[in-house]
């Protein structure tokens, strides 16, 4: 892969979770890198300062044409994720996943960008008859979130039977680590259990805690990001990145230690997820390298 500096690379949402630990690591392979977030979700100490900021909003086309001058690469990270949001406020999450993602599309051709690299979510999957689960399978969303980010990539999908763009979803399975949401509408379960197990609080399951989950730590989702970059295909469809190996939030729990109390099941939630990581092996060459067990002694060494 190379590494001019010439190349402009820019990441929507790169002050957020999985966004500004791709613009990390693009900065230090010594690309040029323009980070566009309105820090609705994002945090500006999580934005490297070696980055270009624009500091705009991506439901607002009138403004974006302008920040995609010169770019290579588009990286669409921004979201309003999670689906209680979602379901509490399925307008303003529409606007800014499905929108959002159209305006940045058309920005991007406008400007002529070569590739544009969509981050997508295993939530397309629904509920499914079979694991793994399989790029093949059709889509059977369950909540709002999930149907936004399905016709996100439809839109990434579509912009490259239409007009040509190099386009590639990737499809996260339940992303974790460093500066992942500790708690409000944005948590997952490995955020929620490692903050109340930092207060002192019984660790908290809906349901039953044998629902499943493929885990994916963040450093891995980034190296998928790299190679999609320029991988030799990208003919608009969607790729599973996931870990490949689905852990109960019982386990999960027991990892992080401490009583536990149950809830009720949450609406919207598949009961399981586990990915079949076949065509991101064979097309971008990726495979995961960190382990669930690894992935949250460091969190708790560290005390994020």
């Known amino acids: 892969m190379s590494t001019s500096n010439e190349r402009i690379v820019l990441v929507t949402g790169g002050a957020g979770f999985v966004g500004s630990h791709l613009v990390d690591a693009l900065i230090a392979q010594g690309f040029r890198v323009r980070v566009i977030d309105n820090f609705v979700t994002g945090h500006r100490e999580y934005l490297n300062d070696r980055a270009e900021l624009r500091e705009l909003d991506i439901c607002d086309r009138a403004v974006l044409e302008s920040a995609f001058d010169g770019v290579d690469c588009v990286f669409h990270t921004a979201a309003r994720p999670r689906v209680m949001f979602a379901i509490e406020h399925p307008i303003e999450a529409h606007m800014n996943n499905v929108v959002g993602t159209l305006n940045v599309l ?33 889509p059977a969303p369950l909540n709002p979130y999930a149907l ?13 039977r239409l007009y040509g763009m190099q386009t590639l979803t990737l499809r996260y399975f339940n992303v974790y680590g460093p500066r992942m949401a500790r708690e409000g509408a944005y948590v997952t379960v490995i955020g929620v259990f490692l903050d109340q197990r930092r207060r ?17 730590h963040v450093r891995d989702v980034v190296r998928a990001n790299l190679l999609a970059m320029d991988s030799a295909i990208a003919d608009g469809r969607a790729i599973n990145i996931g870990r490949g190996e689905n852990v109960s939030v019982r386990r999960i729990a027991a990892m992080v230690g401490g009583p536990l109390v149950h809830l009720e099941p949450r609406p919207g939630d598949a009961r399981d997820t586990l990915a079949d990581i076949s065509q991101a092996r064979e097309i971008l060459g990726w495979v995961p390298e960190v382990s669930i067990e ?6 708790q060494a560290s005390g994020v």
């Open 106 to 138: 058309m920005a991007a051709r406008a400007a002529g960008v070569r590739r544009f690299v969509f981050s997508g979510s295993s939530s397309v999957y629904g509920d499914q008859p079979t694991l793994p689960l399989r790029e093949s399978m059709a």
């Open 148 to 160: 936004q980010k399905l016709a996100a990539e439809q839109y990434v999908r579509m912009f490259h």
């Open 200 to 216: 002192g609080l019984p660790l908290t399951i809906h349901g039953d805690g044998e629902q499943t989950r493929d885990f994916t």
């Open 294 to 299: 690894e992935g949250i002694r460091e969190l």
